[in-house]
């Protein structure tokens, strides 16, 4: 039996036995599952007060990102929706920044409940 586990282990390459690193493993899964773009736009959510600044994260919240691009956001007030409005373009460009990550494409403005 020892032997027939040392041939084994023989036959295996040097590449089969070095472990992987876990966010590799992950972004393989995530490619194969084909949901790795969707993973990285959701990256945006925890960033968004680092994207787009405390004044605006002060009365915002993301609330989701569909497939196609459509970032939902809560907003405080009606004033400040109509501000936001005004400056999508700007924003959209702030929160574009990040390289490798799937554009969001528009925002949807809704009113906090």
Known sequence: MTRRRRDHEADRS???VRPKRVDTVIADVLRGAGIADRVA???LIPDWPRLVGPQVAAV????RITADGTLFVAVATNPWMAELSLLE?????A?????????IRKI??????
């Open 41 to 43: 736009q959701a990256g």
């Open 60 to 63: 915002t919240e993301p609330l």
């Open 95 to 103: 929160i574009n920044v990040v390289p490798g990550r799937p554009p």
């Open 108 to 113: 949807r403005w809704q009113s906090r409940r």
């Open 89 to 93: 373009r700007q924003i959209l460009a």
């Open 14 to 16: 040097p590449a089969a």
